[in-house]
């Protein structure tokens, strides 16, 4: 099987890039695998441009859309895996290549790596809703991270077009039982309450919102560790912070690989208070290296891994009160070793290239 994939690849460093990195590694061990990275800017931009035209962007855009183009055309490929935007220019920019794969008769898998398709959907005009669904219609398999967002396609596609895939984390970031077993050793004796924040520092991921709640706390009682790239927009307001709670706020910059698991390891509450998101793969590197979790689980399909008192305590994003509450009173000890064998039992690279296999399988039926 000659599969090609197509979505951004890091830097920088997101959800989605890093799963279609996981997905290439993966896919490399037993098939025939080429890529085309989508990322054209390798820094990241404020939430708010995201889908904003850019002439730039457009002028790149087409400057790569004919070596592009040629790759699919002059190759026979079995299937072509695509992980398109979450906007409506950001998943049209993804037309040419299927109307090439189209033509050469690849099967096309598109994998949505969000949770706001349908309201993006329901947004638009009559005119480009068309040209969606005619994309749509025509492609072999739409696969979505949990099967609360199953809805999201729902009369656009036929149910049976449509796929569950949940994320997986790197080997590199899985702690052994020693690691777990230390650290829950380690935290039985510190005074501290240590909470890590591992995702970009944007506004829409709940980051001033946790800012201001580590101003209720004292220094000698809790410890914020900040890790992923800045927001230019919020920038100036992070440092801020930072200059102010030296003691209490920790910037790391972006991390990954054995940085990113030392840092997990030496904190045992993960939180990401964030307003919207797909199925954040940050949250199961968490329960991969015993990590207690504080997050809104109604908040896209995150519900369909984490649950209330199961993995963490469940947070009202935006509100201020809900997180410190939950910050007080979560128990640790009580979340750390199940989220470590859940991580194992379910979101291993292993088994979610299995996953990811099945479907590419599943194409020739």
Partial sequence: MKILIIGPFPNPITG???????VLEGLKQTYEVDYIDTNFYKELTDKTKQGD??????????????SDCKKILKNKYDIVYMTPGRTYLGFMRFTHYMIC???????????????????????????????????????????????SLRNM?????SEDKIYVCENGVQDDIVATEDEINEKMERYKNDTKKRVIYLSNLM??????DLLKVSEKFKDDEIEFNLAGAIEPSIKQEI?????????????????????KKQLLLKNYIFILPSYDEGQPISVLEAYATGCAVITDEFIGGIKDIFKNN??????????????????ENIDVINFLLKNYII???????SIFIKRIENILKSTDS
């Fill in 16 to 22: 989605q890039s890093i799963a279609n990195e996981t």
């Fill in 53 to 66: 035209f850019d002439f730039n962007k457009i002028k790149i855009t087409f400057k790569n859309c004919f």
């Fill in 101 to 147: 794969s189209f033509l050469k008769k690849s099967k096309v898998i598109l994998h949505i790596h969000n949770g706001c398709f349908r309201r993006m959907y329901n947004s638009q005009n009559i005119l480009k809703r068309k040209s969606l669904d005619i994309l749509l219609k025509k492609v072999n398999r739409v696969v979505v991270l949990g099967e």
């Fill in 153 to 157: 396609f729902e009369g656009i596609i």
């Fill in 203 to 208: 506004q829409e991921k709940g980051i001033l």
């Fill in 239 to 259: 440092e801020d912070y930072l200059k102010k709670y030296p003691k209490k706020i920790k910037y790391h910059g972006i991390v990954k690989g054995e940085k």
């Fill in 310 to 327: 199961l993995n963490g305590i469940r947070v009202e994003s935006k509100n201020i009160n809900s997180i410190k509450i939950a910050l």
């Fill in 343 to 349: 991580s194992n039992q379910k979101y291993k690279k």
